[in-house]
Each structure stands twice: as structure tokens, then as C-alpha cells.
């Protein structure tokens, strides 16, 4: 155990959701300005490396996972030269900087897609993956593809086919995600090199690393097999039509991680790649150690997010058996990295009540366990979800998918099914717009009435808790020893200095 290596391998990351951190030129909406603006709140928590969720070119359909253009800042959020001077400036901290790379896909309104999808001759024809479709629609309807999709494939929300259709070519394409995010095809080697030349065009302009975007399931089967069928047709575990045995954790894209990886190492600077990759513990662990069909070793991903913790059972047992499973699949030199909320899941405080005393238990067991811990912006002061009916969400899933819920049943789900509740505006005061934007001025998403403490906020239990009272916010609790936010500090603090916290190994867990 000691604690040289990397500069990952001893870090602690905070996470920055652009449109909602720092507002600052009075839009409603947050910039690059602004993030930079706010560094020191991030270096004086004593956070050492920034991820910062997307923020360029994009309609914004799904605010910024929806690329049009790779190289570029959305003018929403500031200009190239703000990207720049946020890696400069988190550098002069002693910061690292993490942006956010969403290779799967990119908008439908990238010149890309637009091109590819006119013809299937032009020049950009096979850089998404479209396919003819299956015979099998017995009437044609007006606006309705005239063919079934290729094959069985789901897209990640089980709601809906993987697969669209394209008029002017009269063939489908995938989109894993939604509809307006078509996947990039990863098997046409110029697509492969133009996407490597962007990781090493922001690489070049000094970014740490890169958080990837559901990397597992870039690559896709190249026969498009269909799925085998679930043998139940619904698992209340894994809510999967079928299994995603040819759309996700593919072989193939094992080695693309090892490709990936060749390319940060191009680099000086040890710059670190972070997987959002779902899959079983022995499966995540084949991004970053693995063999490969020669039985070589081959690195891959420097890190892989572990999920399991944000839907956590407040229980000492249901944690001890979790971090017990990781230890055992991420022995050292492998390292878990851990994360209790982020911008797609319902906050950590909500899922106990609003309870700070909960919370701060969860803080203190997030940042002395081993490996790297991630903290949501609004996290260390204990935000939780702001309820948001379904029907008013500017969320594209909740909109397009769940707004028929009733609310008396959204409302009582620990999942969230609007992603919007996690994405309201950081908290750093208690004035009209919360010190993110203006007073005056209406931001994206409303403030989380937590911001003024327990006083009318259904979410959060009336206890004795007088921190609390002070609001959720960064001045409310800035100084308070007895604050979520103090104690956020001071662990970050114990943490730096002991080695034994962030690589030291545990010992009796079941
Ligand atoms: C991101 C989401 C995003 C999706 C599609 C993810 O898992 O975290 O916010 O909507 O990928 O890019």
C-alpha cells in the first residue's frame, strides 16, 4: 500500500453539469464562465479533478449528450477559447480536468448524419450504422416504415427498438439511446480515426482524461445478430426484452477500450480514461485488465465507473457485501471507483429522506474507502431531487416516455423517472435563483426548495438538524463545523493525508 503511482490513482473527482453550475451572464443557463468562476469552491473543497459533463456544439435535445460538433463549445456555454482558459485555470489550482466524450453517437443534427442519412452513396453514407430492414409489416400505413427493423435489438430503455427509420434511403439506423442520437459506426475505419483525432485534439489542448459516455456499448455485433430472448419475458432485476448479448460488452469492444488507450498514451501526463460501462463486476473488470485472444495483457481503461451504489440499501450489511464483491474483483493494483449520485440518478440525500445524518454517513463511507470517489456538484451540500411533474419535464426521456404516468405513482418511486430533479441549480446561496443566476432572472430548471432548509419542502423530514435550517447551500454551511459541507472538507482533507484511506486494503468483509 503506499501512495505514489498516477496522479488517478490517488484522486478524488467532482463532477460539474454545465447548464446547471454557474450562470454567468444571466440566461438561466449555466456556462463555461461560470464553471471557471466557481474553481475555487472546487479546489478549496480540496476535490482534485473536475469531470465536466458535456458542453459542446449540440440542439441541446439531451443537453449536451447530443454532440453536433466534437470540436467546438455550444455558444450557450461559452466559446472555444472558455474551454481552454477552464483547463488553464483548473490547472493553476492543481486541478485535473476531465471532459465528458460521447463516442457512442452524436446528434442527428451533426452535418455527419445529416449527410450520411441523404443518399446511401454519399460520402459519410457508412458512418452510422444503417441497415436494410426484414420483410414482415403486412400493411403498409401511411407513416410507417414499410419494413421491420433489421433485428430484435432494444435501445437502452427497453421502451423502444434500437432502430429508426430513415425516409431518403429507405433503411433504418440505430440509435441506442434516443431517436435524435444515431451510433456512430465504430467498424468503418474512417469514422474509428476521426473520433481518436478528437480524444487527441482535446488531449493536445491539455485535458486530463476523459469520462466516456456509455462506452459499453459502442460496438455492436458486426452480423447484427439478433438478441437472444430473455426466457422470462420481464426480470424485475435487469428490465432487458432480451440479452444484450450482441449489443453490449462485445468482445470487440474490449479491444476498443485497448485501442483507446494506446491513444492516451500517446500523451505525457499519465491521462486517465473513466468508462461509464454497466455490466456484472467481472465484466467491468474486463475494461481495464484483461487478456486478449493471444492471452497478451493488455491495458485498457484506466478506470470503470461501479454503479452499484446508486440505487444503495441504507444498510451496513448491503454495503459490506458490495464493497466486499469489489474488493475481490478490484484487487489493488485495480481500483473501484465509487459514486453515490450523479446527473441520470436520483441524489444521495434523497434516497434517505432528505436526512443529513444519513447523508453524512454515506460522505464519510464514500471518501475513505479505497479507490476514487465521485461527488455530484450539489452533493456536498446535501441537495436533493426537486420533485418535477413528469408532464412539465424538459428531460427528453421523461418527456417522450413517461409523461402518461400518473403522478400519484411517479411521485412515490425512488427512481427517479425525470431526470430533471437531479439537474436543478447548484445551490450556493440562499437569494432568489441561488447564486447561480440573477435574482431577477428565471433559471433552466427551478431552485430546489431545500435551498431555504426543511421549511416547506415535503421532501425533507423536520428534524432537530439546525445545519439544516441554515439551507442547502454553500453559504449556509460554508464555516459550519457542523455542516454536510464542513465534513465533506474535512474528510477530502483526512483523506489527502492518509495514504491507507485511498489505497489501503480492508480486511474481515464477508
Ligand atoms: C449520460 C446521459 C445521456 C446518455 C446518452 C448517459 O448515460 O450520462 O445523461 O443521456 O448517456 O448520451
Not at 234 to 241: A, R, S, V
Not at 413 to 433: I, K
Amino acid at each position: 500500500m503506499s501512495g505514489s503511482g498516477p496522479w488517478w490513482r490517488n484522486t478524488t473527482i467532482y463532477q460539474v453539469y454545465p447548464r446547471s453550475f454557474s450562470d454567468s451572464n444571466g440566461d438561466g443557463i449555466g456556462d463555461l464562465p461560470g464553471i471557471i468562476e466557481s474553481l475555487d469552491h472546487v479546489s478549496d473543497m480540496g476535490f482534485e479533478t473536475l469531470w465536466v459533463s458535456p458542453f459542446f456544439s449540440s440542439p441541446q435535445e439531451d443537453f449536451g449528450y447530443d454532440v453536433s460538433d466534437f470540436r467546438d463549445v455550444a455558444p450557450e456555454y461559452g466559446t472555444f477559447s472558455d474551454a481552454q482558459t477552464l483547463i488553464s485555470e483548473a490547472h493553476r489550482r492543481g486541478l485535473k480536468v476531465m471532459f465528458d466524450m460521447v463516442f457512442n453517437h452524436t446528434s442527428a443534427e451533426h452535418p455527419w448524419f445529416v449527410e450520411s442519412r441523404s443518399s446511401r452513396d454519399n460520402p459519410k453514407a457508412d458512418w452510422y450504422i444503417w441497415h436494410d430492414g426484414r420483410p414482415g409489416r403486412l400493411r403498409r400505413l401511411p407513416g410507417r416504415a414499410p419494413t421491420a427493423p433489421p433485428n430484435n435489438w432494444r435501445s437502452v430503455l427497453q421502451v423502444r427498438k434500437a432502430w429508426e427509420w430513415g425516409r431518403e434511403r429507405q433503411q433504418w439506423y440505430m440509435a441506442t439511446f434516443l431517436p435524435f442520437q444515431p451510433d456512430l459506426n465504430w467498424r468503418n475505419p474512417e469514422v474509428r480515426a476521426e473520433m481518436m483525432d478528437i480524444a487527441r485534439f482535446w488531449l493536445d489542448q491539455g485535458v486530463d482524461g476523459f469520462r466516456l459516455d456509455i462506452f459499453h456499448m459502442i460496438m455492436k455485433d458486426e452480423r447484427l445478430r439478433s438478441n437472444p430472448r430473455r426466457p422470462k419475458l420481464f426480470e424485475l432485476d435487469t428490465p432487458h426484452l432480451n440479452t444484450p448479448e450482441h449489443t453490449v460488452n462485445i468482445d470487440d469492444n474490449f479491444e476498443l477500450a485497448g485501442d483507446l488507450r494506446e491513444v492516451a498514451e500517446e500523451f505525457d501526463g499519465d491521462r486517465v480514461l473513466l468508462g461509464e460501462v454497466f455490466g456484472s463486476p467481472q465484466v467491468l473488470r474486463r475494461y481495464v485488465n484483461r487478456a486478449d485472444a493471444a492471452g497478451r495483457r493488455r491495458p485498457g481503461l484506466h478506470l470503470v465507473f461501479l454503479f452499484d451504489f446508486l440505487a444503495y440499501k441504507y444498510s451496513a450489511k448491503w454495503f459490506e457485501r458490495c464493497i466486499g464483491r469489489y474488493e475481490k474483483e478490484f484487487p489493488d493494483p485495480l481500483l473501484p471507483t465509487y459514486v453515490l449520485e450523479n446527473h441520470d440518478r436520483s441524489r444521495t440525500a434523497s434516497r434517505v429522506g432528505g436526512d443529513l445524518r444519513k447523508a453524512r454517513v454515506l460522505a464519510t463511507l464514500l471518501l475513505t474507502l479505497r479507490g476514487v470517489p465521485t461527488v455530484y456538484n450539489g452533493q456536498e451540500v446535501g441537495m436533493t431531487n426537486t420533485y418535477i411533474p413528469l408532464r412539465q419535464a424538459m428531460d427528453p426521456i421523461a418527456r417522450r416516455y413517461f409523461s402518461w404516468i400518473p403522478e400519484t405513482i411517479s411521485k412515490r418511486m425512488t427512481e427517479r423517472l425525470n431526470r430533471d430533479e437531479m439537474r436543478t441549480p447548484m445551490q450556493w446561496d440562499n437569494t432568489a435563483g441561488a447564486g447561480f443566476t440573477d435574482p431577477d432572472v428565471e433559471p433552466w430548471l427551478p431552485v430546489g426548495p431545500d435551498n431555504e432548509g426543511n421549511r416547506g419542502n415535503e421532501d425533507i423530514p423536520d428534524t432537530e438538524d439546525s445545519q439544516d435550517r441554515g439551507g442547502r447551500n454553500v453559504a449556509a454551511q460554508q464555516g459550519d463545523p457542523a455542516s454536510l459541507m464542513e465534513l465533506y472538507r474535512n474528510l477530502l482533507s483526512i483523506r489527502k493525508a492518509n495514504p491507507a484511506l485511498r489505497c489501503g486494503s480492508l480486511s474481515h468483509l464477508g
